[in-house]
């Protein structure tokens, strides 16, 4: 069965720190698909990134970064030198090829970056 | 800014109430889904419309009845709701429900209230 485990469910930094959220996932298809999404207070949540199981390649984009290991089953997101409006909840996804668009969450992680 | 719209962004409804909430978006995706998301949880599927048919339902109570007018257009109607049904409605869309197509964009959401 698919799933996808957010260990962190809150983490506090202060701005100008790195700090990395994890997440874990389990399936048993060859091709899925895995996403994070960030959620504001006001609700929307916003695409950040899409990664295809068969493409392991990192990748970085401004002050975020992820780390994708199918060795470990890991898909972890780093933001570098946090600022106040990287506060969020942060979700880590999968959607599997046959599922139909469905996507699995993970329980998320809170993250609260202080000035 | 998000290409999904989600109207109302607020609403609140008695127990006998029938309302509506709507989504549309504009960027030629041809499967658009409802999920359901409660406080402090992740995002729960409703429904998934794929070229206009429903390919998902989710085991979602009749008193929540998706119609997809056109490819453009979602709607979720809402009847005899209770109290628990109280969460954030979040409208996405897709280019395609699998595949290199998936990409999951969100609205911003309907926030109902059941009093």
């Known amino acids: 069965a698919q799933k996808v485990t957010q260990a962190q469910t809150e983490i506090s930094v202060v701005e100008k720190e790195d700090v990395t959220l994890d997440c874990v996932y389990e399936?048993?298809?060859?091709?899925?698909?895995l996403f994070w999404y960030k959620q504001p207070p006001s609700g929307e949540l916003v695409f950040l990134i899409r990664r295809n199981s068969f493409d392991e390649q990192n990748e970085i984009s401004g002050r975020y970064s992820w780390n994708f290991q199918k060795s470990t089953s890991s898909f972890n997101f780093t933001i570098t030198a946090s600022q106040v409006v990287d506060s969020a909840v942060y979700f880590c996804?999968?959607?599997?090829?046959?599922?139909?668009?469905?996507?699995?969450f993970g329980q998320g992680t809170e993250l609260s970056v202080k000035p | 800014d998000t290409e999904v719209t989600q109207t109302p962004k607020h609403l609140v409804m008695g127990m006998t109430n029938k309302k509506s909430l709507k989504c549309e978006q504009h960027?030629?995706?041809?499967?658009m889904y409802w999920y359901k998301q409660k406080a402090k949880k992740p995002p729960e599927l409703m429904f998934v419309?794929?070229?206009?048919?429903?390919?998902i339902n989710e085991s979602v109570p009749s008193r929540f009845s998706p119609e997809c007018p056109n490819s453009s257009l979602l709607n979720l109607h809402l009847h005899a709701l209770q109290p628990e049904d109280s969460a954030l409605y979040l409208c996405?869309?897709?280019?395609?429900?699998?595949?290199?197509?998936?990409?999951?964009?969100f609205g911003e959401g309907s926030w109902l209230t059941v009093v």
């Open positions: 960027m030629g995706h041809r499967a």
């Open positions: 996804a999968l959607s599997e090829d046959n599922q139909g668009g469905k996507l699995i």
């Open positions: 996405a869309s897709s280019q395609a429900s699998r595949g290199s197509g998936n990409t999951i964009y």
């Open positions: 419309y794929s070229y206009e048919k429903l390919s």
């Open positions: 399936t048993r298809d060859t091709t899925y698909y």
